[in-house]
């Protein structure tokens, strides 16, 4: 008979004992081997029931654990990083504080009114004949700092961060970081030295005939409408400009100023404006992005939608278009990620394009207009640039009512227009906030302390205007450039070399061999600082400068040797002008640049 002890193991293991064999259950020794069995039987489930418990205890506690340390190491991280901004604000706070600087220290917008105004410009120069050629500037919760002294910008032109850009990368359907935002040092680099060749002056010239292609529709058109008319050069200018970017990437038949006269703007431009303004106010404000339920950014979704659609089919096109190798098409498609050493993707190609219609169409079509603007307000300059024109068998006469149109050749023959260009450019900078840097490190300049992660703008429509560095700044001279390098900060004299002296010029915050070698390049250039610098200098400069310079010569030239310019009533005279001045991202004229134009012949 089994014992107690076995039955009631073999019940904890809903073992029937009856169900055994009776031969089984008789032997004495086949129960001692079942019981032995079942004992170590349970023993050992006990023992792995209890082992499992206890390693899911183990696990258990080390899940704790680890969660616990990772959870310290997260708030470690958060609050030295929440310290180490701190500090960087404290210190950017104490630097701009020792600046020369006019808000009201209880003003919470400080002077995010004027420095975003369409007069935004007028602005700074005011402020620089207020506190001088370096001061600080409140945007909001922004602290500052605006240099309008050239000598003491040089520094900043070696910088190449530029945070305040980022939000431009809205615009883009991946929201990938292009030339101008903010890629890393080698993508930049790769595309910045991909892209140069295609402005160079064999690449230019190849499609220089596509581009002159243009100008009779043009000249055509403005005929048509007659002398009485006031015609808009402005939104024309806008056409071309675009048709021109165009070309040049895709190097195929335009479609922009084919609509002239039809009363519309570019198409592309209809599309991007608007939702350029949603981003600059992103720029201005970054935070306002997550405000997605406020009309203006609601609206800036909107718009965003439409012009994504439309870079969707410009890569299409690009890809498909087979443009010639020498063309900027050609070029984008050759480039390599430096990361990948693939070609660039969809998303990378749609950022380099668009930057390159962004930065160059706007830019172009407002300094075109501002120069034909105050040729027509200038006529003495008008008719030294006939004269020039005539000289080269390219003005409209009586002999000659339809003059040939302008070949590459002539181009180098155009001195004085080239003049009269830089002037205008001088005057109405287009680019006109300038550029934006986040300093890396510190700096001090003119014997202040500016701290690292500081953001500094360097507005170039200040400098133009600056009449501690120009003569009669607010003067159209075109005169000025007939002497050796205008570019130039000419030698320091009375109190502003004294001033210069005293104030220290510049001076980096350390002393690593680098910016000791910086220093000295600085100190060796002395008075050879950058005054004029309508598209930038040194790092950043504007890559399309080329292609800038020969559509405005062209443009510029064709209109003028087939038609004598006046302003329209409209506009009137040079006060006119300077009143029709907005900048939202760059300086335009508010309402078009209308001119009233008489044919030569
Ligand atoms: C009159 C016409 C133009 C003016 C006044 C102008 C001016 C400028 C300025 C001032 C910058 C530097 C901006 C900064 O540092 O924040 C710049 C950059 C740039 N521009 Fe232009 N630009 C013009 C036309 C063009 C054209 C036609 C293109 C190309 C189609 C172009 C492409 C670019 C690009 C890609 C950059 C960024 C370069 C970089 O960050 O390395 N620009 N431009």
Not at 485 to 502: H, I, L, M, Q
């Amino acid at each position: 008979m089994p014992s107690r002890g076995f039955e009631a193991l073999a019940g904890a293991h809903n073992l029937d004992f009856q169900l055994l064999p009776a031969t089984l259950r008789a032997c004495g020794w086949c129960l001692e081997v079942l019981s032995t069995s079942l004992t170590l039987f349970h023993t050992d489930c006990r023992s792995r029931s209890e082992k499992r418990s206890e390693r899911l205890h183990v696990q258990m506690a080390d899940l704790w654990q680890t969660a616990g340390i990772a959870i310290s190491c997260f708030l470690a991280v958060v609050a030295r990083r929440l310290v180490r901004v701190c500090f960087r604000e404290i210190r950017i706070w104490y630097s701009w504080s020792k600046l020369p600087h006019s808000q009201s220290p209880w003003s919470l917008a400080g002077e995010l009114v004027p420095a975003t105004s369409l007069k935004r410009h007028d602005f700074y120069t005011a402020r620089t004949k207020q506190l001088g050629g370096i001061f600080g500037i409140r945007v909001g919760p922004l602290f500052e700092v605006c240099i309008t002294d050239p000598e003491l910008a040089a520094p900043i032109f070696k910088e190449n961060k530029a945070d305040l850009y980022t939000p431009l990368q809205t615009v883009f359907r991946k929201n990938e970081p292009s030339l101008f935002t903010k890629p890393s040092p080698e993508y930049y680099r790769a595309i910045r030295k991909g892209v140069a060749p295609a402005f160079n002056s064999g690449n230019l010239r190849e499609g220089f005939g596509r581009l002159a292609s243009l100008m009779p529709a043009v000249i055509q058109y403005i005929r048509q409408a007659g002398a009485e008319a006031s015609v808009d050069v402005f939104n024309i200018a806008g056409h071309v400009t675009m048709d021109a970017i165009s070309l040049s990437i895709f190097a195929d038949a335009p479609g922009s100023a084919s609509k002239l006269g039809q009363g519309v703007r570019p198409r592309y431009a209809e599309l991007m404006d608007p939702a350029m303004q949603g981003v600059v106010k992103i720029m201005a404000i970054p935070w306002l992005r997550h405000l997605t339920f406020i009309p203006a950014m609601k609206q800036l979704k909107q718009d965003l939608t439409r012009l994504h659609e439309e870079h969707g089919k410009m890569v299409d096109r690009l890809r498909t278009c087979n443009p010639p190798p020498a063309s900027l098409g050609g070029h984008l498609l050759a480039l390599k990620d430096p990361a990948t050493g693939l070609p660039l993707t969809d998303g990378q190609l749609e950022a380099e394009m668009v930057t390159l219609f962004v930065a160059g169409y706007d830019t172009s079509t407002a300094a075109i207009s501002w120069t034909l603007g105050l040729i027509a307000a200038h006529p003495a300059v008008q008719r030294k640039v006939a004269a020039e024109l005539d000289s080269i068998g390219l003005k409209g006469s009586a002999e000659r009512p339809q003059p040939r149109g302008l070949s590459w050749e002539d181009l180098s023959q155009l001195d004085y227009l080239r003049k009269v260009i830089k002037e205008a450019l001088r005057m109405f900078t287009v680019a006109s906030g300038g550029t934006v840097r986040t300093l890396s490190k510190p700096l001090n300049i003119g014997g202040y302390h500016l701290a690292a992660g500081m953001t500094v703008q360097v507005p170039f429509h200040g400098i133009h205007r600056n009449p501690d560095v120009w003569d009669r700044p607010d003067d159209f001279l075109t005169e000025r450039w007939d002497e050796a390098d205008v570019e130039y900060v000419k030698p320091a004299s009375g109190n502003r070399a004294a001033a210069k002296s005293e104030s220290g010029g510049v001076d980096y915050g350390s002393s690593s061999p680098d910016q000791q070698q910086a220093l000295g390049k600085q100190a060796d250039q002395g008075s050879k600082a950058r005054r004029y610098m309508p598209f930038s200098y040194g790092l950043r400069s504007c890559v399309g400068q080329n292609l800038a310079n020969l559509t405005m010569l062209t443009f510029v030239a064709s209109l003028c040797a087939n038609f004598q310019l006046e302003l329209a009533p409209e506009i009137k005279d040079m006060s006119g002008i300077k009143e029709a001045a907005v900048t939202s991202l760059i300086m335009s004229p508010r309402d078009g640049m209308p001119l009233r134009c008489t044919p030569w012949a």
